[in-house]
């Protein structure tokens, strides 16, 4: 099991839950799938599980959730 799967598997969701997205956004994220420390502390330190939750259900945020992981997949 890589660190993503654990990662995700740790929080009870599945590897392919939109959670793991938006946290790569908090984090600034520059590679899809992978943290650095620094990038790794700063997501939590800029989210919660429940904000992360809550904030989907406002369709700015979708779409900027959107465009960075398109972005991100880019690289």
Avoid: P
């Avoid at 660190?3 to 599945?14: N, R, V």
């Avoid at 992978?34 to 502390?41: G, I, K, L």
Wanted: negative net charge.
């Amino acid at each position: 099991m890589d660190g993503m799967q654990k990662f995700a598997s740790d929080l009870g969701i599945e590897a392919d839950d939109v959670f793991l997205f938006v946290f790569a956004w908090k984090a600034k994220a520059a590679k899809i799938c992978e943290f650095s420390r620094e990038e790794f502390v700063r997501g939590f330190e800029a989210v919660g599980y429940g904000w992360l939750r809550a904030a989907l259900k406002h369709s700015i945020t979708q779409s900027h959730i959107h465009t960075f992981s398109l972005a991100l997949a880019l690289v």
